[in-house]
């Protein structure tokens, strides 16, 4: 066969031949008679422009494509009642994929059935089903039905251009007689009811390219649009947390598929659990909060080859009841642009069922009241107006919303040159009424409720000179030490000045600080007769103590608020006190601060071997959130000795891509080399705690790649090439020990972390 390059190569052979007849005039004596003007060439006719020559479309082996574009393009029932299913395939650069082979793909067809809830509800039911057999793992003893998915090669249509057509095995609408007679028994409807809305959507394996598309049509008229579908939940809501959601191997990773499935109609025979998607996901995310966990018992699934998945000890990371996050309409989701709102995305606040609902109340008392409850029974109570209220305002986080009634402002920072006791003046105030608060005499506040923090310097914090025996931020108390300045603002001159190096242990500070508030008010918001910590969101002012210019340099951004708070909600620690300021975080979590003076009293001693552990923000997050992958768990001890923090692979589940350092980071908050002036972390404060120059630090960059790459192959690999996990920072600044990390991880070199730990 010709190519369209063969073809378009000898039409540029007779183009270039003719326009050479032709230039030459036909004779032997030039391109003119003597006396006439030149014209256009080629004898007076237009230049011929050999048309451009196209290459061959470069070749899409579908195994190499690291993106999939999939697209189902039309769904017919043939005579049959088996659903005919025509689709195309490109990679991201818009070349066609024409190698698929029917092993790579999978079909899934279901209905939406009308639910009694009201008309803008429903649930889906997979056609093709399997029937699971309970006995041989886990506590369930009845068989189960459970959606499952088709492939047959011999109906699999490869046309050789990108596009494909697969014919379903399944006649939906003569069922294999098991499957109808188990469905009976749990009282399932898989009849083929051809005026309701159907689905199919596929999934693609074998690829590192991921796909799900989905067709909605309603059999009896042909219809795709203007028809009833069910939107609850979209993929990009999960996935502020899940980066990406990455399901059963990575193939499923859009609702619209995983619903096809889990849906009401499947169970797991071997836990006796549901795996519809609005049960099993809310007891997942409830995990360890679930009352029949709390109470003893274990929420499981038994999955691929009997695989056990325990979800008893998952820790969600934000308020349970922050349903929004995860399914939001235009009611709502209202003011969240971080959320994308779907068409039945509301429905969680509109109608009660005893699934959704049971799903997270799953006590024995809650199970008791739902099941002797018919399903539209529930909104006689639960409703605007209802006895019990409406959904979402049993769903409001009364907490969160008393913290909408505070806000902290630093007006201002003086007396900061070394010497000087610093001076901080703050508000608090309303922002609802814009009245400030009277923190000397309101009930709201008292004594150690609010603390105001001075630190340095924004370089890397170390706070050396604090006049404590660790290397927190120097702190006073906003309520007894403040003055009232008349205007709504109070001012506390810190017991701690800036050190000018005239006492011990000899260092003066320099640069810029950062001065803080933290704390919570406290009241009775849940009327339960007992005081609740409200979160103040802290803030923090950055001032100068000897900077040439007399301007404060902030300290460095390496992470954004908002990348924490896309899965934390709200970031609040220690009690409620220190809440949604990393910059405020990292004044007392540096590089100079480890838990050895509560690590010596500790109630519950770590098992780790160690005197102390680092609380540097740089490895105390990294091996946080790395539990999975860590050899060695982290464990730090917490206020006072109480509480020993075990980040062990059963505690911490973190739910995105490792790899991805920008779900948290900066575009540049995470690459080499480091900014200048960060220092190394202590691992050893030495006999003087108060004394950084004794003490046994790793070099920054191993400190930080270390706290996930803590195996010893990996801190060989790091000391091979400068790094020292037993060194000083005095040698780190003398150029003694020098860190050569960015030679092949800086970026654009053979090993870019930014290449490496981006986003799949």
Not at 355 to 365: L, N, Q, T, V
Not at 472 to 481: K, P, R, V, Y
Not at 731 to 758: F, K, P, Y
Request: with cysteine; aromatic share 6%; charged share 20%.
């Amino acid at each position: 066969m010709r190519t369209m390059g063969t073809t378009l190569k000898r039409n540029w052979i007779m183009a270039a031949m003719f326009g050479l007849l032709v230039a030459c005039g036909g004779g032997g004596g030039g391109d003119r008679a003597a006396g006439v003007e030149p014209g256009p060439p080629g004898g007076g006719q237009p230049p011929i422009t050999p048309p451009p020559v196209v290459p061959d479309p470069s070749p899409a082996p579908y195994a190499e494509q690291t993106v999939l574009l999939a697209t189902i393009t039309d769904v017919r029932l043939n005579d049959n009642n088996q659903a005919i299913v025509q689709f195309q395939l490109t990679n991201d650069g818009g070349t066609a994929i024409t190698d698929l082979e029917a092993g790579n793909v999978r079909f899934v067809i279901s209905k939406l059935q009308a639910s009694p809830l009201g008309n803008l509800t429903g649930n889906w039911q997979s056609y093709i089903n399997q029937i699971e057999t309970a006995g041989s793992v886990g506590p369930g003893v009845e068989d189960k039905l459970q959606a499952t998915y088709e492939r047959e090669e011999a109906n699999f249509v490869n046309n050789g251009d990108g596009t494909y057509q697969y014919t379903f095995a399944t006649d939906i609408s003569n069922l294999p007689g098991d499957v109808i007679a188990q469905a009976e028994t749990e009282g399932l409807d898989l009849s083929y009811q051809p005026a309701r809305t159907h689905r199919v959507s596929m999934q693609f394996d074998g690829a590192p390219g991921k796909a799900n598309p989905y067709y909605d049509w309603v059999p009896a008229t042909g219809a795709t649009s203007g028809i009833f579908t069910m939107d609850i939940a979209a993929t990009a809501n999960c996935n502020n947390c899940h980066d990406p959601l990455a399901i059963h191997g990575g193939g499923r990773r859009e609702i619209q598929y995983c619903v096809a499935c889990h849906n009401a109609g499947s169970t797991d025979a071997n836990s006796g659990n549901s795996v519809d998607m609005k049960v099993m996901i809310h007891k997942i995310h409830r995990g360890a909060s679930l009352p029949s966990v709390q109470a003893g018992g274990e929420y499981a699934i038994w999955g691929f080859r009997d695989s056990k998945h325990d979800y008893s000890a998952l820790h969600y990371p934000q308020d349970i009841r922050n349903c929004v996050n995860c399914h939001a309409g235009t009611g709502t989701g209202a003011g969240r642009d971080d959320l994308v709102l779907t068409a039945q995305g509301d429905n969680w606040a509109e109608y009660a069922s005893p699934a959704a609902c049971g799903s997270c109340h799953d006590s024995a008392g809650a199970q008791g009241h739902i099941n002797n409850q018919e399903a539209t029974d529930c909104a006689s109570c639960h409703s605007e107006g209802g006895f019990a209220g409406s959904i979402a305002a049993s769903h409001v986080n009364l907490i969160a919303e008393a913290s909408k009634s505070f806000m902290a402002e630093i007006t201002d920072v003086r007396n900061t040159m070394p010497g000087e006791n610093p001076q901080v003046t703050f508000r608090i105030r309303n922002p609802l009424t814009n009245e400030d608060y009277d923190i000397k005499n309101d009930p709201l506040f008292a004594p150690f409720s609010v603390r105001i923090g001075v630190a340095w310097n924004t370089t890397d914090y170390s706070n050396t000179g604090n006049g404590g025996d660790n290397a927190s931020n120097a702190q006073s108390d906003a309520i007894l030490a403040s003055t009232a300045n008349g205007d709504g603002t109070y001012t506390v001159t810190m017991p701690v000045a800036i050190p000018d190096g005239s006492l011990a242990p000899g260092i003066a500070a320099s640069g810029s600080g950062a001065a803080t508030i933290e704390g919570h008010p406290a009241a009775d918001v849940d009327g339960d007769g007992e005081a609740d910590n409200i979160p103040l969101t802290n803030v923090h002012a950055f001032f100068s103590i000897d900077e040439p210019d007399g301007s404060a340099v902030p300290r460095r951004t390496s992470v954004e608020l908002a990348s924490c708070n896309s899965c934390h909600s709200s970031l609040s620690l220690h009690g409620d006190n220190r809440t949604d300021d990393i910059d405020g975080c990292v004044t007392c979590h540096n590089p100079r601060n480890t838990d050895k003076r509560v690590r010596e009293i500790a109630n519950d001693p770590p098992t780790d071997g160690k005197d102390e552990e680092s609380i540097d923000f740089k490895t105390m997050i990294h091996g946080i959130h790395a539990a999975a992958m860590r050899e060695n768990p982290l464990e730090i001890v917490g206020f006072r000795g109480f509480s020993t923090h075990r980040y062990t692979q059963e505690q911490v589940h973190y739910p995105g891509d490792l790899a991805n350092c920008t779900a948290c980071h900066t575009a540049s908050g995470y690459t080499l080399p480091l900014a200048n002036g960060v220092l190394g972390t202590s691992i050893d404060t030495g006999d003087d705690r108060a004394d950084p120059t004794d003490d046994v630090v790793v070099t920054p960059a191993s400190a930080a790649c270390s706290s996930c790459h803590d195996n010893n192959v990996a801190k060989s690999h790091m000391e091979s090439n400068g790094g020292s996990f037993s060194t000083t920072q005095s040698a780190i600044d003398s150029g003694e020990v020098v860190e050569e990390c960015a030679v092949c991880h800086a970026q654009g070199r053979s090993a870019d972390v930014s290449a490496v730990h981006s986003p799949r």
